[in-house]
């Protein structure tokens, strides 16, 4: 077991600093002491990331840490850290993490018994979310589906009959072919289609898939796809589950055991596939 206690010593620790998906003003006081505080701020590009510190008048030392290159910059960052010196993780907009590598890096951290601190700040998923007009009452972040149609029609697939509202990021040169194979795989479903979030040009496009796809192969910026989730009530053969409880009772399953798997499998009542069970 790990337990970290953020705030009850001052000890050498990571920092998981978000920064503005577009606005500048979006960046938090407290994410702007952190990043004066710390001794070295580890980077998706060390260009963007010094205009961002520029911007603050934050002169920082700034390493690169990216998805290519995280066998050298792990065990860079990690010596750093051991050091007894602080490191800020900052991605080019948003979350570290999210959609992005670090996930490593924070591992081999609690490994270590380092603290990784994280903190509130802007993220493109959440921001389209709240304002699709969509359920945020549960929800599923995918981040990006797969560039090739094929695999991405089969993650689709996967994501067909999920109940909850889907969030993807999508490039714009891919946006008209991946609405294509979300209208064959899912249906028409409501979307909202968020672009340029928080910049000047800032838009929501709201309606069914089709009616975005009449308009997608015209807009740029980077994208956040919100989709309704499969609304259809699944029936279920109740009488077919109950063959199912039997035949893991077959298997030498005990028959409450059983009726806990075959309802959790076909998502029925377990009291309702109780009652049929013992009638028969």
């Known amino acids: 077991m790990n337990r970290q206690k953020s705030f009850e010593q001052e000890v050498a620790s990571l920092y998981l600093v978000p920064t503005p998906i577009g606005n500048l003003s979006e960046m938090t006081s407290r994410a702007l002491e952190t990043l004066n505080k710390v001794d070295v701020v580890a980077c998706e590009d060390t260009r963007n990331t010094k205009k961002l510190l ?46 992005d590598p670090g996930s490593q890096l924070v591992k081999a951290c609690i490994e270590k018994e380092i603290p990784v601190i994280s903190m509130s700040g802007a993220n493109a998923a959440i921001n389209a979310l709240v304002a699709s007009g969509l359920s945020a009452v549960h929800y599923l ?41 979300v209208l064959e795989v899912l249906g028409n479903r409501n979307i909202c289609l968020a672009r340029e979030l928080t910049k000047l040009h800032e838009e929501y496009i709201r309606g069914s898939v089709s009616e975005v796809l009449e308009i997608c192969s015209t807009l740029k910026g980077e994208m956040v796809l919100v ?46 596939l109780y009652n049929l069970v013992h009638q028969k």
Do not use: W
């Not at 030392?61 to 490191?87: T, Y």
């Open 54 to 99: 520029n911007a603050y008048n934050i002169q920082k030392p700034c390493i690169s840490h990216h998805e290519h290159n995280q066998q050298v910059s792990i065990p860079q960052i990690l010596e750093i850290l051991e050091e007894g010196k602080s490191v800020a993780v900052v991605s080019d907009a948003g979350y570290p993490l999210v959609s």
């Open 141 to 181: 972040f995918y981040g990006f589906l797969d560039s090739k149609s094929s695999k991405r029609k089969k993650q689709l697939q996967e994501l067909c009959e999920f109940p909850y509202t889907l969030i993807f990021y999508e490039a714009p040169h891919r946006i008209e072919d991946t609405l294509q194979d």
């Open 227 to 272: 989709v309704e989730g499969n609304s259809e009530e699944k029936e279920i053969d109740m009488e077919q589950a109950v063959k199912h409880v039997e035949e893991y009772v077959n298997q030498g399953l005990r028959t409450k055991e059983a009726i806990n798997k075959v309802a959790k499998e076909i998502g029925c009542s377990k009291n309702e």
